[in-house]
């Protein structure tokens, strides 16, 4: 292979394996955000159907100034807009659909890892 071409394709590559990690990264962060939001509406459908306990009083006794369970929840889930399960199964069908979106980039950037790496074999 050409000195130049080898310079060219390793170039085109890299460039490529830059955007497919930059995109993987946007997709993992929307999914960490999704995993959050999913434990936070399964916590507050948990706390809607059992109270406070027991815990939850000496917690707030013994951390005065921490902000109690309907602070939170009030500043997380504000307007009075209740989640539902519908919600969950919704941040469940788009947590599905990144999932498989995540594993096709992956594959793509292990393809054009190694076409890289034997483009610089070839180079040298």
Do not use: C, F
């Not at 406070?52 to 929840?73: H, Q, V």
């Amino acid at each position: 292979m050409a000195t130049a071409q080898a310079t060219t394709l390793i170039a085109d590559l890299r460039h490529r394996r830059r955007e497919l990690r930059r995109e993987l990264a946007r997709v993992r962060w929307w999914r960490r955000l999704l995993r959050a939001r999913r434990e936070l509406v399964v916590g507050h459908l948990a706390a809607a159907t059992s109270g406070e306990s027991d815990l939850d009083t000496t917690w707030e006794a013994l951390a005065a100034d921490a902000p109690t369970e309907r602070e939170l929840s009030a500043v997380i889930w504000p307007e009075e807009t209740l989640p539902t399960v519908g919600r969950l199964e919704a941040i469940d069908a788009i947590d599905s659909r990144l999932d498989s979106y995540e594993r096709r980039l992956s594959a793509n950037l292990e393809v054009v890892t190694v076409r890289m790496v034997d483009a610089m074999g070839a180079a040298r």
